[in-house]
């Protein structure tokens, strides 16, 4: 029988036997591509169905800022840098240094980008309808999304009271997805949004998920000067072709990411003599990269392969694919599955599925696989004996197992709870922290940028090496077009004696 959590029930506690729903509401199964990867977890892919067009208003409401003017995710050189990319980053600020005595003499109105006045700066936030209406439906009303508009207006006040980006106050410009609509004429209506009814220098925020073409909006906004700011599920070639409107000191791409993962399960004694290794993994371009670029030269090192591949389309099939994929890979005698199917859903459908099968293979999870909404929605028999890696605490482990984070993340929480937001909802913290980092990374790299544009932006990232601070992972680092940065990671391990996910060891560098 399906259980179905109580009003006011901790996410993190909610029952694991909650297939019986999910599968009688495959039609509002949807992806988030969202920077925290939050609501996808529970819910699987793309939701393609007819629906209203999401809504765009603009406004500036600079009257209701925090106390306390420090500036989060700021800090001095941390002395991380490796030789190499001390040189690298020097090299980058001495370009950055002569482009802005070059561009000195072109006074306030020179060399700025879309939505950039002397005095105001335009930015977009994109935010999903429906999604806790959506949670509903499978039954998990007691998960919520939390109200990401009323987040990023926060963050917005709070920066226009304590400066604004590079003295220029944040003109905020909404754009409302509908959750229950088709994803991709909602990217094409966002981006028409944000580069021709209005002109705004960046865009961050949570959007639906992207479907077999891959990411469409970022290359969108590329080609109107707007930036993108925030992590998408790119692969390295996606970010190094949109690397100068694609930035995140959270971010990792696809490709670097699932070739740590088949490191870091490897170190962890994942692969044992004579494992054979299933995939699960979402028809999307930039997937297939990574897969191809990244895990399987990671899993060829080791001595291993993948054995047997089940590519799932990115659409309201997915969850019936995802299971289909449990006989194949227990006839073919997989004894370990990995997913390329970033959002989680891939885990829970084919646990779901595999446990009442009686199918119980090793798994290996990353952050974008939400391991904490995973521990929450699939059977706890399937999750003996997982490992993998995280660095981003609010999607890798329940509260009681956050080691804590930053500085950045400590103030970020305390600005939230000073106007009265709800810091125990994990998934609305998770994008506290993104808007904190999206706009104090935002800050620093314009205040220091020779012009307001994503040319110069992208010279003070170049040189940004470590030092700026998040809130939302452990570490940044950034190079000369390494955008995506998250900067390390930490090894998790599912704990039998808590139904839960850890981390074990210190934190360690990403390649």
Not at 70 to 86: F, I, N, V
Not at 254 to 276: C, I, V
Not at 411 to 431: E, I, P
């Amino acid at each position: 029988m399906t259980r179905h959590p109580e009003p006011g029930t901790d996410f993190c506690a909610l029952p694991r036997t909650m297939s019986g729903t999910v599968h009688k509401s495959r039609r509002v199964a949807l992806v988030l591509a969202v920077a925290l990867a939050l609501a996808t977890a529970a819910c699987g892919s793309t939701v393609q169905m007819q629906g209203a067009q999401g809504g765009v208003e603009a406004g500036l409401d600079a009257t209701a800022g925090t106390p306390g003017d420090s500036e989060l995710g700021a800090a001095g050189a941390t002395g991380d840098t490796t030789p190499g990319e001390a040189a690298s980053a020097a090299a980058a600020a001495r370009r950055s240094s002569a482009a802005r005595t070059a561009a000195s003499a072109a006074g306030a109105s020179g060399g700025q980008g879309p939505g950039v006045t002397a005095k105001q700066v335009k930015v977009g936030i994109t935010y999903v309808e429906g999604v806790d209406q959506a949670f509903a439906a499978l039954g998990a009303s007691a998960i919520s999304l939390g109200d990401t508009k009323a987040i990023f207006q926060q963050m917005i006040d709070h920066i226009n009271k304590t400066g604004g980006l590079a003295g220029r106050q944040v003109v905020p410009v909404y754009y409302a997805y509908q959750a229950a609509g088709d994803a991709e004429a909602q990217h094409q209506a966002a981006c028409a949004a944000m580069t021709q009814d209005n002109k705004v220098l960046f865009v961050t925020g949570l959007t639906l998920g992207f479907g077999p073409t891959g990411n469409t909006l970022v290359p969108c906004l590329a080609k109107a000067g707007t930036m993108w700011l925030g992590p998408p599920d790119g692969d390295d070639v996606f970010w190094s072709t949109h690397r100068r409107f694609l930035f995140s000191p959270d971010a990792l791409s696809s490709t670097r990411e699932l070739a740590n993962l088949a490191d870091s399960a490897h170190a962890q004694g994942f692969f044992g003599a004579g494992a054979r290794i299933g995939l699960i993994q979402v028809d999307r371009p930039e997937i297939a990269r990574s897969v191809q670029h990244g895990l399987e030269p990671a899993l060829a090192r080791h001595g291993f392969k993948v054995d047997e591949r089940i590519v799932v389309p990115s659409n309201d099939s997915f969850p019936a694919a995802v299971s289909s994929a449990v006989l194949r890979f227990r006839s073919a005698g997989v004894t370990n599955v990995m997913f390329a199917a970033p959002g989680g859903g891939g885990p829970y459908y084919f646990m779901a599925t595999a446990n009442s099968q009686g199918y119980k293979p090793r798994y290996a999870l990353s952050t974008w696989d939400a391991p904490t909404v995973v521990q929450t929605l699939a059977p706890a028999e399937q999750l003996k004996g997982t490992v993998g890696q995280g660095f981003v605490p609010v999607l890798d482990v329940d509260a009681a197992r956050d080691p804590g984070g930053t500085p950045a993340t400590k103030q970020c929480a305390d600005m939230y709870k000073a106007a009265s937001f709800d810091t125990n909802n994990r998934l609305a913290v998770g994008q506290m922290y993104w808007a904190c980092d999206t706009f104090f990374f935002a800050r620093t790299g314009l205040s220091k940028a020779a012009t307001y544009d994503p040319a110069g932006f992208e010279q003070v990232v170049d040189a940004m090496g470590a030092t700026f601070v998040p809130a939302a992972t452990f570490s940044s680092r950034f190079k000369p077009g390494q955008h995506d940065g998250a900067g390390t990671y930490r090894f998790l391990a599912y704990g039998d004696d808590c139904s839960c996910f850890r981390y074990v060891g210190g934190a360690r560098d990403f390649r």
